[in-house]
């Protein structure tokens, strides 16, 4: 139960926090029955930007380059999926044109760095900044419309490399976390002060700390009444005034970092606990990686589900997409794969590391029930639904 005073609380933190204007173009295409997106609408009537909606999301790149937004909330999928065209992109062209388009990509990264770092980008940087700014950088931005001047991403978490890619190119996207019963932002990042793999300072009306065990409590005027004709649920979710999240995570000076959901916890046969969201986004990082989803709860060790890019895929072995649903077992295939898995399990503690893995045929989806309406996956329809398969890899 949200009342007009959690919202407008809400609405005055971010005002505080995000520099909008009454001149801005704001694009939306989540849905409006999502609480994201639902103050995003409020903080752009109260701000007078003007607000375009998209015709679905799958026109997105066309209503970027018709709607010419200044700026944009979205969730971390539609930021992976730019930045695959731009590197599929990327390969077009004569090699010379290749090899300059790529050279560029990495400036943008580096510069990105610099910034997120605070150091200033001077010497052979700046000159190869200037030079990619000019080539490179202006055209991407321009295929997006050539206004954004920031964008927020919230729902789930953003790769930090692709945060700073992004700003490498003149793109900051803005971090940010909440959830409905919060009315729902409870932190933002800030313009000028990005720290990538964190979602921000707290609004400055919300008061964050840790429970003993990570779990993250929030307070403020922000704060839901509680659940509908649920006296005992709201009762465990706020504990003196504080709003239990179910989220696990910790404050480094001043800003929120989420590190897992505190009910998805793995936790192997031996008693390891393994946080599954960092290594997905670790498997996801890889360009041939779509979908990646860490099973392994009450078993000996972690495994994954990964879902192919199959356009990706298509085109390091040069064949068509249409074939590929059926080459998934096919030793090449599952080579480029555990490619990718050795990549993610390198940083990772034993007890952590993927051992074996499963590639399925087919993308997740809405309509099929496995991913939400801000692209986020549904665990548990996915574990049930795979079950045979999660099963075999244990056998």
Request: proline letters at 5%; charged letters at 25%; aromatic letters at 6%.
């Amino acid at each position: 139960m949200l009342t007009h005073g959690n919202l407008t609380a809400n609405l005055a933190g971010i005002s505080d926090a995000l520099d909008l204007r009454d001149d801005d173009v704001g694009l939306s295409f989540l849905p409006l029955s999502h609480a994201l997106e639902r103050i995003v609408a409020y903080i752009y009537l109260t701000t007078g930007v003007s607000m375009v909606f998209a015709e679905s999301f799958d026109t997105i790149a066309r209503d970027l380059r018709t709607a010419r937004p200044t700026v944009m909330a979205s969730v971390p999928r539609v930021f992976e999926k730019l930045h695959a065209r731009i590197q599929e992109r990327a390969g077009e062209g004569s090699g010379a044109r290749r090899a300059f388009v790529r050279w560029a990509l990495s400036v943008a990264a580096r510069r990105g760095a610099a910034l997120e770092a605070g150091r200033p980008v001077t010497g052979s940087l700046a000159l190869a900044s200037r030079l990619a700014e000019r080539t490179v950088f202006s055209e991407i931005r321009a295929g997006l419309g050539g206004r954004l001047r920031l964008t927020v991403s919230g729902s789930a978490p953003l790769d930090p490399a692709l945060g700073r890619f992004f700003l490498g190119l003149g793109l900051p996207v803005l971090e940010g976390y909440g959830l409905t019963e919060a009315a729902p932002v409870v932190s933002v990042t800030r313009l000028g002060a990005p720290r990538f793999g964190t979602v921000g300072p707290p609004l400055p009306n919300v008061e964050v700390k840790m429970a003993a065990d990570g779990e993250i409590l929030v307070r403020g005027a922000n704060v839901m009444r509680g659940y509908y004709q649920r006296p005992s649920d709201t009762a465990a979710a706020i504990v003196d005034g504080w709003l239990h999240t179910g989220d696990i995570g910790a404050l480094e000076d001043g800003y929120l970092r989420i590190t897992d959901r505190k009910k998805e916890l793995l936790v192997t046969s031996g008693g390891k606990k393994v946080a599954p969201q960092p290594i997905e986004e670790r498997l996801r990082a890889h360009p041939l990686v779509r979908e990646a989803v860490v099973v392994g709860d009450g078993r000996h060790f972690p495994s994954a589900l990964l879902v192919p890019d199959f356009a990706a895929l298509g085109a390091r072995l040069g064949t068509s997409t249409a074939d590929l649903a059926t080459r998934c077992e096919a030793s090449d295939v599952r080579a480029l794969f555990q490619a990718a898995v050795d990549t993610a399990n390198a940083p990772l503690a034993s007890f952590e590391r993927i051992k074996k893995f499963a590639l399925l045929p087919t993308e997740f989806t809405q309509q099929t029930g496995e991913l939400t309406p801000t692209l986020k996956v549904r665990r548990r329809v996915i574990e049930e639904r795979y079950r045979a398969v999660i099963d075999a890899m244990y056998e």
